[in-house]
Nanobody, 114 residues
């Protein structure tokens, strides 16, 4: 059974940093992604990392966020720097076992406010 454990959310001032972590277990995972959903908005893709460590980022976070993975620990990290109020959202980890099958984490709240 696949299980995902997210951690690292919280309250931070504008310009600050947070690091999100998602530990996966129960299968072999190919692609890890982070999504976010702000109140009243649709869920959006933030960053993706493949099994070969190729990365892709939403334009809104390029240069500020970095996604990385530890294959030995089945863990994906999202380092978020220079945070802005508009980064406030619930952040979700999503992992793929096949191109057509994925699992979602429970979400972790990130609030950027002074």
């Amino acid at each position: 059974q696949v299980q995902l454990a997210e951690s690292g959310g919280g309250l931070v001032q504008p310009g600050g940093s947070l690091r999100l972590s998602c530990a996966a277990s129960g299968s072999i995972f190919s692609i890890y992604s982070w999504y976010r959903q702000a109140p009243g908005k649709q869920r959006e893709l933030v960053a993706t990392i493949t099994s070969g460590s190729s990365t892709n980022y939403a334009d809104s976070v390029k240069g500020r966020f970095t996604i990385s993975r530890d294959n030995a620990k089945n863990t994906v990290l999202l380092q978020m720097n220079s945070l802005k109020p508009e980064d406030t959202a619930v952040y979700y980890c999503r992992v793929f076992t096949t191109p057509a099958y994925s699992y979602w984490g429970q979400g972790t709240q990130v609030t950027v406010s002074s």
